[in-house]
């Protein structure tokens, strides 16, 4: 970590001190009011203040002047001692990330507070931190181009995340994760900075990022560096939240029980940096333990959490639902937040959160090196991922090692078959265990080799000491265990793209070309399109023409875009190849593409053609000049929408999740950013990026006859299509207010998060915003897991409505509504009263406060100068 300057500092040195006067206390309060003093939890803290009072009430710190009998040596030096409310010592103390802040005011940024965990980290003394820039943690093998980013960033006011590698005072290295915040005055000028720090030497690949196949890709499976800058980022938020509102964050830990002592950790993997918690409580650990026991080993919940939810299962909803609820503050912050996109976020991958001993290795490369290897793995054999990657796995060898037993694993290995041993192994401790080893081929979809899945389970606790090895019941209960996860993980890693193929295969699925489905066939757009396929020609870039940028997210942009020569207008989505890459996103893309090209639906996009250039990967869909159902939100005077018009799109959005469904399509991002509008009103879900494809076995359900008395007539009713996927996923995908509490534990999840979402979705277009929202991300999945749901008396709804939405969001997938029978039961429920649903697309839609006002070309956008025309 440094902040900008042009000079180096090799270690720790004495700081000159001198007194401060009057006029010095003077001026520094009129700047900002920073003062160091020490805090009760290790650290030292400076009074972030501004020269109006509201500061000292808002942080509760009060300045004032020693005499020379109270003052300490120390005190005389500098003049003053703040005095430091318990109410920000408590809110500081509950914060665990490692951290500094820096005074952007002064020269070369000194850091004015750091953390107690900065401390215990680097090793150095609050007298050799505070006062002084942060590039003494620098060092000989310190990329020089990172720091120069970060110098950078300080210059400008910006932010940066990333990984470099630093030195603690006894000179031993670690790789430090450091996010740069920069904090503004209300002018726009960054008065002072706030830089985190995460270890992050044992989980991430290190300096094997820049290993490389023979293809030009990277050797890892996963690229660990951008999992980490995401979780971080969402950490650092609550750093920078708890020095602004440090009484909300005391109110908020002491609310509920089961919110404070929530833990993500028990859900996310081990290398995740937002994980802030080194220990498991004990209800924890053992309800980890059962969950390793089980197929998937995936983590599941504490019995306090069971009991929690069975006890939710037996309220009324009329009553949980009639509750005097008025607007709390954290309610009313709606108001004050900015409405920025919710990005989606993509936390892991199903791989990466089975928790097991496990690897997997290329046997194409040389020597048959290791591509991945779990978290779980790292625990076990005590290395870190940076010592792992890229070697074989004969370095847990040792003295008592049976060659013949690995002679087997050889053979194995050189026939391709399966084989279950039994085998001393070694930590990198010297510590022995008795290993059960699986290794299991996993082949291609034309039968060839592609990985070995070596799974390792250690029985040393159950090695028999006169014999030396397991017993036999032992071995035949653990072989189960460890055939089953082998096959969990060839599942997980076919949801990955094959490392070994070439670049040009990768994006091979966007230069196929794109033809016209039934329903769309005749259209404007279609025919424009196929003049020019007429004529032999491959749809490309340069058929078009750039007109404005209409949004952008972590891998791309979308443009409106012209057909030349037509007047068609497009809406061209363009991916960086390299972010892809980067980011792990190249599947994500091609599955996009995948499912795009099958929609041939009113309430979903049309893909006219997609293809590729040197740098991007584009995809050409419809232009919907309504834009962004968020926005139209937004745009309401209470940012909410009356129940009638709620009703209707919600009622379209669950006619388009189950033409997903009935293809076997899980959307797993459903919010109101990716709910574009038609100019007609009517909606169209995009944006499949995160979506997961399943078989899908449509049903027809048959019902009774039913035998009306009074009429005596006999009603049969007509027979009922389900088509719901049911095979299941456990990425840890989705927006954070969105996503279900299956997506969270790592119980699997299924079409069923999809209606979990609907739910939120209908309630924030109901109240204007969603019932779980937290402070950060950390609060927000609490919520999803243990808060009550509640609907404010200040805002009018329907019984029926909140009973939709009660029953929507059930935390057990199995009670929800949807979870049998999907869209139909939904379809059926009395808050869609009066939907005639075969012709809701022919409807007008209802009236809105602010109507809705279209995007047609030639209508301004702001940061048009932001579209990248360099690809064009």
Not at 66 to 81: H, P
Not at 160 to 179: A, E, M, S
Not at 406 to 415: G, L, S, T
Not at 639 to 656: C, G, M
Request: glycine share 6%; aromatic share 8%; with cysteine.
């Amino acid at each position: 970590m440094a902040f900008a300057s042009t000079q180096t500092e090799p270690g720790p040195a004495t700081l000159p001190r001198r007194t401060l006067n009057e006029t010095v206390i003077a001026e520094k309060t009129a700047e900002w009011g920073l003062h160091v003093a020490e805090s009760g939890g290790g650290g030292f803290l400076a009074n972030l203040g501004e020269p109006s009072q509201r500061w000292s009430q808002r942080f509760g710190v009060e300045l004032t002047r020693l005499s020379e009998d109270d003052a300490t040596s120390d005190d005389r030096e500098s003049g003053m001692l703040p005095k430091l409310s318990p109410e920000l010592k408590d809110a500081l103390s509950t914060l665990q990330q490692t951290f500094v802040v820096s005074d952007a005011t002064k020269p070369d940024c000194p850091v004015v507070y750091a953390s107690s965990g900065f401390f215990s980290m680097t090793g150095y003394s609050s007298e050799e931190v505070i006062g002084r820039n942060c590039r003494f943690l620098q060092g000989p093998e310190t990329d020089r181009s990172e720091v120069a980013k970060i110098r950078n960033a300080v210059n400008i006011g910006k932010g940066y995340c990333g990984r470099l590698l630093n030195y603690k005072k006894d000179g031993t290295p670690f790789w430090n994760l450091f996010t740069l915040t920069p904090i503004k005055d209300d002018k726009g000028r960054t008065i002072k900075f706030i830089g985190m720090q995460v270890e992050v030497s044992k989980y991430t690949e290190g300096s094997t990022d820049q290993t490389l196949r023979p293809n030009g890709l990277p050797q890892s499976l996963i690229k660990y560096d951008v999992r980490q800058k995401d979780r971080a980022i969402g950490s650092v938020i609550e750093v920078v939240q708890t020095v602004k509102h440090p009484r909300s964050r005391i109110q908020e830990a002491g609310d509920n029980e089961d919110l404070e002592n929530f833990n993500l950790d028990a859900y996310l993997p081990r290398s995740t940096p937002g994980r802030q918690t080194p220990k498991v409580d004990p209800i924890t650990r053992k309800a980890n333990e059962n969950a390793r026991n089980s197929g998937i080993g995936l983590k599941g919940k504490s019995k306090k959490a069971e009991k929690k939810q069975k006890k939710e299962q037996v309220v009324e909803p009329e009553v949980l639902m009639t509750k005097d609820l008025g607007r709390s503050d954290s309610w009313d912050d709606r108001v004050e937040r900015e409405r920025d996109i919710r990005q989606g976020i993509d936390l892991a991958t199903t791989l990466e959160r089975i928790e097991k001993n496990f690897v997997v290795t290329d046997p194409r490369l040389p020597d048959n090196p290791i591509i991945f290897a779990s978290d779980s793995f790292l625990e076990l054999t005590e290395y870190s991922r940076e010592e792992i990657l890229g070697r074989n796995c004969r370095f847990l060898q040792g003295p008592e090692t049976d060659m013949s037993t690995v002679k087997n694993i050889r053979d194995a290995i050189r026939d391709q078959t399966d084989v279950t041993v039994q085998l001393i192994n070694y930590t990198k401790s010297g510590k022995k265990f008795w290993n059960l080893f699986h290794l299991q081929p996993m082949r291609d979809q034309k039968g060839e080799l592609q990985y070995f899945i070596g799974v390792q389970l250690d029985g040393s606790d159950h090695a028999k000491p006169l014999k030396n090895r397991l017993s036999e019941e032992a071995e035949r209960q653990r072989s189960k265990l460890v055939r089953a996860t082998a096959e969990n993980v060839d599942e997980a890693v076919r949801e990955l793209p094959d490392a070994n193929m070439k670049p040009e295969e990768l994006w091979e699925i966007h230069s196929k070309p794109v033809f016209p489905r039934p329903h769309k066939r005749d259209s404007p757009c279609w025919l424009a399109i196929q003049k020019i396929t007429a004529r032999g020609e491959k749809i490309g870039l340069h058929h078009f023409e750039p007109i404005k940028p209409l949004g952008s997210g972590d891998t791309g942009s979308v443009h409106l875009v012209e057909l030349k020569g037509t007047g068609e207008l497009f809406a061209m989505k363009a991916m960086e190849k390299s972010v892809m890459l980067y980011r792990n996103k190249v599947h994500r893309a091609c599955i996009e593409r995948k499912i795009i090209s099958q929609l041939d639906h009113p309430f979903l996009p049309t893909l006219y053609s997609s293809f590729q250039t040197s740098t991007h990967v584009c995809l050409i869909t419809d232009f919907y000049p309504g834009g962004e159902l968020f926005e139209l939100l937004d745009k309401q005077p209470l940012k909410f929408l009356k129940e009638e018009s709620a009703r209707f799109y919600t009622a379209e959005v669950v006619i388009s999740l189950e033409y997903l469904h009935c293809l076997g399509i899980i959307y797993r991002d459903l919010k109101p950013e990716n709910i574009l509008l038609q100019k007609d009103g009517h909606i169209v879900l995009t944006d499949f990026d995160l979506s997961f494809v399943t078989p899908c076995q449509p049903k027809i359900v048959h019902h009774p006859v039913q035998n009306r008395r009074r009429r005596r007539s006999i009603t049969q009713l007509p027979p009922t299509i389900i088509a719901e996927p049911a095979t299941q996923s456990n990425s840890f995908v989705g927006t954070e207010e969105y996503i279900a509490p299956e997506t969270i534990t790592g119980a699997g999840h299924s079409s069923g998060i999809d209606w979990w979402a609907l739910g939120i979705l209908l309630y924030e277009m109901l109240y204007g915003r969603t019932p779980f929202k937290g402070k950060n991300r950390q609060k927000t999945f609490a919520n999803i897991l243990y808060k009550d749901l509640m609907f404010p008396s200040s805002i009018p709804v329907s019984l029926e409505a909140r009973q939709l939405i009660n029953a929507l969001l059930q935390r057990d997938p199995e009670s929800r509504l949807g979870s049998k029978n999907g869209a139909h039961e939904i379809k059926q429920h009395p808050f869609f009263r009066g939907i005639n649903w075969p012709l809701i697309r022919c409807m007008n839609p209802p009236p809105l406060e602010v109507p809705l006002e279209l995007n047609n070309k030639d209508s301004k956008l702001k940061n048009v100068s932001s579209m990248d025309t360099d690809m064009f």
